[in-house]
């Protein structure tokens, strides 16, 4: 069975930075793409972004784009999330996830049901 852990999450004021990781075991991550999500009090979980298997493709939602970036690395099993310039509306339990079902490896989506394995979550709190 596929693994992820999340690790990095924390308290940080507006304006802000954090990396979140997402380490994989069990299973090798070059053969995934990987999706970052969130989910937020009372909300529905979103898709935050998404790197193919390669890492030479990645997707964004455009609440996040130009300050959160994606990267992996592949002989680390391991996947990031840079976060820069939080808001308070960033604030949220940030899940990563896996999906061997892609456009030649590129993410298909940032849609929940498109990822098969999830971890745990980690929670960022953005609060002054």
């Known amino acids: 069975q596929l693994q992820l852990v999340e690790s990095g999450g924390g308290l940080v004021q507006p304006g802000g930075s954090l990396r979140l990781s997402c380490a994989a075991s069990r299973f090798i991550i070059d053969y995934y793409a990987i999706g970052w999500f969130r989910q937020a009090p009372g909300k529905e979980r979103e898709g935050v972004s998404c790197?193919?298997?390669?890492?030479?493709?990645?997707n964004y939602a455009d609440s996040v784009k130009e300050r959160f970036t994606i990267s992996r690395d592949n002989a680390k099993n391991t996947v990031y999330l840079q976060m820069n310039s939080l808001k308070p509306e960033d604030t949220a339990v940030y899940f990563c996830a896996a999906t061997d079902v892609t456009y030649d490896g590129r993410c298909r989506g940032l849609e929940t049901t498109e990822f098969t394995s999830w971890g745990q979550g980690t929670q960022v709190t953005v609060s002054s």
């Open positions: 790197i193919s298997r390669s890492g030479g493709s990645t």
